[in-house]
């Protein structure tokens, strides 16, 4: 999913209410071996916090996972 840099700061998800802040693209990159790597070059999102062990019994609940 390509997000723009006008996207807000922060969002919060439907599915799950995550708070999820945007990680603005910055071009890094790395020359290894005469080989150039370009990591992320566009925006991106990304939790708040930490997922907790509450929150991954729940999704792994929906997807019938059984552990």
Do not use: C, N
């Amino acid at each position: 999913m390509l997000i723009e840099s006008s996207s807000p700061e922060e969002i919060t998800w439907e599915k799950d209410e995550a708070k999820t802040v945007r990680i603005p693209y910055q071009e890094q990159i790395y020359d290894r071996s005469k080989k150039t790597h370009r990591l992320i070059d566009s925006d991106f999102y990304m939790d708040a916090t930490e997922v907790t062990v509450g929150q991954l019994k729940q999704f792994l609940a929906k997807l019938e996972y059984e552990f």
